[in-house]
Structures are given as C-alpha cells and as structure tokens.
C-alpha cells in the first residue's frame, strides 16, 4: 500500500446549517484533523457547516486556512478568526487556491457549491490532471442517492467503471483520513 504525505486537507462542505447530525459529523472531522495536526483548507466562511469545522478545529488548536472570493466576504461572513484567510477575486481563484493549498479532498454534506467543487475535483483526476485523493464523508446515508445515481449512470453506459471507482465514501472521519493517507 502507498501512503501519501498529507499534512492539508480541502474539506467541501456546505455554508448552510445541515441537520444535528450533520453538524455532529463535522465536528468529529475537526477533531480528527486537530488530533492527526493535518491543517484544514477550506471556503473560509463563517456560516452553516463550514463555520461549524472552522470553530471546531480553532477550538482544538488547529490551522486553518480559509479562501473566500471578496464578493462573499460579506454574504457567507467571512471568519475573522482563522490562522489565514485569502480573499481572492474570483470563485475560479478560490477554487483553484484551495486545490493548490491542499494535498486531499474531504467532502462533507453539502448542495450546489460542495457538489461542483468536489466534481471538478472528480474530472480533473478522471482526465489525469491530478492525483489528488478525495473521499466523501457519508453520514446517515447523505451520499446513497448520488452513489445510486453513478451507479445507473454506469449501467446507462455514460459512465465507465474505473472512472465510477474513484468516487469513495467514507463512514467516518477516521475512516476518511485513512483513506486519504493510503489511496
Ligand atoms: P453549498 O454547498 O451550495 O452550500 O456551497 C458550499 C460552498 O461552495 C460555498 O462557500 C459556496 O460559495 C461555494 N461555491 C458555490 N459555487 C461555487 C463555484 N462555482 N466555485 C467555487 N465555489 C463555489
């Protein structure tokens, strides 16, 4: 088995509130990534999940590296409080800063924003851009109806197989920073 270095990790997640145990979830992720000193990279807002992992990892100690484009400093409450916060031009920037910073993707339960950023992620690995592992945080079943839908897309021959495998789901935060470790 190859283990990778990887000492920052990209967690995508929502800016909105989520469910108790999404939030439950999340915490337990920052605590994990506090204990193991892996520095969080992330959108750098305040609100919802993502001022939920910020405020968990500050708590325990750890860095945290946020990344916000300036037209949402003020829409997603840019958190004053982080270890760094870039504030960039653009979402392009933003994303393209955060995959730079970080050396694996965690993704947590999240909508439109978490699910583009976390495909960009999929496709660039898909056209061998990067090698850059990313494993989604499952957490009471968030992730079936996406597994489900690759798994028909497979079926309806869009999707090939190898290219479905690199879609990996993770039941806890442990198990998802193993899974970075040894991809
Ligand atoms: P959501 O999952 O929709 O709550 O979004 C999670 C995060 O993704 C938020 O910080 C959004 O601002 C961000 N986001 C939304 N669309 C994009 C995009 N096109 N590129 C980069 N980040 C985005």
Known sequence: MYFTNVQRVCVYLSSSD?????????RALAGEMARRRI???????HRGLMGVLADEMLA???????????ALVDLEV?????????????????????????????????????LEEAFETLTGMQLGYHA??????????????LVAFLDHSVRAEVLRPEVRS?????????????????W
């Open 18 to 26: 989520g469910l108790p145990a999404h939030a439950a979830a999340i």
């Open 39 to 45: 520095t969080l990279v992330y959108g750098g807002a």
């Open 60 to 70: 325990r100690g750890g860095r945290v590296i946020g990344v916000i484009p300036r």
């Open 78 to 114: 840019a958190h004053r409080g982080l270890t760094e916060l870039h504030v960039v031009d653009t979402m392009h920037e933003r994303k393209a800063l955060m995959f730079t910073l970080a050396e694996a993707f965690i993704v947590g339960p999240g909508g439109m924003g978490t």
């Open 132 to 145: 850059k592992p990313i494993v989604f945080l499952e957490v009471d079943g968030f992730w079936a109806p």
């Open 166 to 182: 690199l879609f990996r789901t993770a039941s806890s935060a442990s198990e998802a920073l193993d899974a970075l470790l040894a």
